[in-house]
């Protein structure tokens, strides 16, 4: 009891992380963060997918989620749902209420979750990409992104298949973002410079960037296209 008071009520966190800023109110938390977020060791893989998890009430609330479909926490705002509470909470601050209070201090983007922040500046600013694929030379920041890649690119498999067209692909977000934009036409990121509004905030950056910033990174060794 003692505890979960300092933890919850008085937001005590000793146990720190010696890799990143991570901080927790249990030692044991601390040694499942470095073994499964710093070492890449999941232990518990899922026996329908290629997903790995760390703890096996993780594992247990992916297959239940992902695989049987089970989200009884609903969003009141929009039809998202989730295995977890605190999952449509992070939802609903983020996507409704805009709130993200994560920011980085290099780039205008901020995000709702700190390891979502601690990834996007590994990845895009620090260029820490230590999970390499066996198959081909790319590098990726976390070892679930690699081994969506080997599941997708190298051995074709795509579990997640459209209700109305024939697409598929390896991971449910990607199946959101193609029905949100494709067949429910909501694209909320919309260009201040011009009436385009596009499905991700990528989108709109790669836009920005090629037709209203003239950055265009890629040039043909034949033309000058």
Do not use: W
């Amino acid at each position: 009891m003692k505890r979960q008071i300092a933890s919850v009520h008085e937001g005590k966190k000793p146990f720190k992380c010696e890799a990143c800023d991570y901080s927790c109110s249990q030692r044991s938390n601390l040694k499942i963060h470095v073994a499964s977020i710093h070492e890449g060791n999941k232990a518990f893989k899922c026996n329908i997918c290629d997903y790995s998890f760390s703890q096996t009430s993780h594992l247990k609330t992916h297959v239940a989620s992902v695989h049987e479909g089970i989200k009884p926490f609903k969003c009141e705002i929009c039809d998202y749902s989730s295995s977890r509470k605190i999952t449509l909470k992070v939802h609903v601050a983020s996507v409704h209420e805009g709130i993200r209070p994560f920011k980085c201090e290099i780039c205008d983007n901020s995000f709702s979750r700190k390891n979502h922040l601690q990834t996007h500046m590994a990845s895009v600013h620090e260029n820490k990409k230590p999970f390499k694929c066996d198959t081909c030379d790319n590098n990726f920041v976390t070892k679930q992104v690699m081994n969506i890649h080997i599941a997708s690119v190298h051995e074709g498999i795509k579990s997640f298949k459209c209700e109305v067209c024939d697409y598929k692909c390896s991971n449910k977000s990607n199946m959101k973002k193609h029905v949100a934009s494709l067949h429910q036409g909501i694209k909320p990121f919309k260009c201040e410079v011009c009436d385009n509004s596009y499905p991700t905030r990528s989108n709109l950056k790669t836009h920005m960037a090629s037709l209203h910033e003239g950055i265009k990174p890629f040039k043909c060794e034949v033309c000058d296209y």
